[in-house]
């Protein structure tokens, strides 16, 4: 169910899940009685109110929106969900793209955010503007986790396209295993969380690559273009 899950402060707990949770994308052909199960599995598993569970509706934008100024139940087209109260559970969906979860370092009590980074989504801003909306109700000491994602020896990518990414980011500029041009995702998120002041707490869990596309407990869009998603995780207790 779980790839790696903590208690990051009492009552706080960041996870990301594996494939052993299913499928919990409702976009990418599967039945959806089947995804709403898996969903429901899920929130028991993380000790949640059924339904309680927020899921975005991706986009692939640098949009970041405040979960508790939609209504109940809204399904919010953004890539970033920030929960100003951090009582609010959170989840983002990848197979390929980097999840990242925020949590404001006060406690239970600080906010939290989920976001959706693909290529796109870095070279616009999303991680800046999520931070600076943190930021902007008062979040403090942000933490965040870069969750399992491509690798740059993996993401092979046109020379052109290598270039336009690495004049933006250039921690994004890689090689792939095959020595062709790549980018390397996870590490540009890392850049530019750093770059902004926010602390990038290590996920691993033991020997299991976090490489979305070599760890066949994952799902990747590389892999399969049939692939599942696995979902990155915030919740207060
Ligand atoms: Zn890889």
């Known amino acids: 169910m779980f790839f ?5 402060g009492p009552g706080r707990w960041v996870a990301f899940t594996n494939s052993g949770a ?3 994308a409702l976009h990418v052909g599967d039945k959806p009685a089947s995804v709403l199960r898996r969903r429901r599995e899920l929130e028991a598993a993380m000790g949640i109110d059924e339904g309680s569970l927020r899921f975005m509706h991706q986009t692939h934008s640098a949009t970041a929106e405040i ?10 087209s953004a890539d970033a969900l920030v929960s100003v109260s951090g009582a609010t559970p959170l989840a983002v969906m990848v197979a390929d793209c980097v999840p990242v979860v925020l949590s ?10 989920v976001v959706h980074a693909g290529r796109q989504g870095i070279l616009d801003g999303v991680i800046a503007n999520t931070v600076e909306l943190l930021r902007s109700r ?3 000491n942000l933490v965040a986790w870069i969750g399992p994602a491509i690798c740059g020896d993996c993401y092979e990518v046109p020379e052109e396209m290598r270039r336009e990414v690495a004049a933006v980011v250039p921690a994004a500029s890689a090689t792939t295993r095959w020595a062709t ?3 390397d995702l996870p590490q540009a998120v890392r850049a530019q969380l750093e770059a902004l002041g926010v602390a990038v707490q290590q996920v691993s869990e033991g ?4 490489c979305t596309l070599e760890n066949g407990a994952l799902y990747s869009h590389r892999r399969s273009s049939a692939a ?3 979902a990155g995780l915030v919740w207060t207790q």
Not at 4 to 8: A, D, L, P, Y
Request: overall charge negative; proline content about 2%.
């Open 4 to 8: 790696w899950r903590q208690e990051i």
């Open 22 to 24: 299913g499928n919990l």
């Open 67 to 76: 979960v508790e100024d939609a209504a109940a139940g809204e399904l919010i």
């Open 104 to 113: 404001a370092g006060d406690g239970a009590e600080g906010a939290t955010a």
């Open 138 to 140: 008062n979040a403090r």
């Open 181 to 183: 041009p790549g980018l």
């Open 207 to 210: 020997s299991s690559t976090l």
């Open 228 to 230: 599942g998603r696995i």
